[in-house]
């Protein structure tokens, strides 16, 4: 009985681990618009930002019938600057506008609200500031909020 209770101590140990990093933090992970990670209404996700180089893509496609309100939020790390953009793609896959949320600066919280369409999709890029505006070892946070939905 002993030896089942630390079987079952050490699997759950070993899933808790496997599990508990974080696949946004891994290179190669939403690095390019076409490998853009799904981020629906309601999820966010945390990262770091790895180098002057590094950015984190993510999408969101409005397949709901509805026209929605959506409010990214981003929270960069304290003392570090990260801002993000967004692209909207109409129905038909044309681009529709491309725009920077407003920045507030080091350690705090940037937002803005953006109508969706039904069938139109958003890209999202979370970049430094500039390119001293990064820390493997700082991690950030990105929410994608519903607002409202018609």
């Known amino acids: 009985m002993k030896l089942k209770k630390v079987f079952f101590i050490l699997f759950v140990s070993t899933g808790l681990m496997t599990v508990s990093q974080s696949a946004f933090a891994e290179i190669g992970w939403g690095d390019t618009q076409s490998t853009a990670v799904l981020i629906p209404p309601g999820y966010g996700y945390g990262s ?30 304290s003392g570090l600057n990260y801002d993000f953009f967004f692209l909207t793609y109409k129905a038909n896959g044309e681009q529709d506008m491309l725009m920077l949320a407003t920045d507030n600066g080091a350690g705090e919280t940037d937002k803005v609200d953006i109508i969706l369409r039904p069938g139109e999709k958003v890209y999202f890029n979370v970049i430094g500031h500039d390119s001293t505006q990064n820390d493997p070892t700082a991690r950030y946070s990105f929410d994608l909020k519903l607002i409202y939905s018609e």
Request: charged share 25%; net charge negative; aromatic share 16%.
């Open 48 to 77: 770091t930002i790895e180098n002057s180089f590094d950015s984190e893509w993510t999408y969101y496609f409005n397949d709901t019938g509805k026209s929605l309100v959506l409010r990214p939020i981003l929270e960069s790390p």
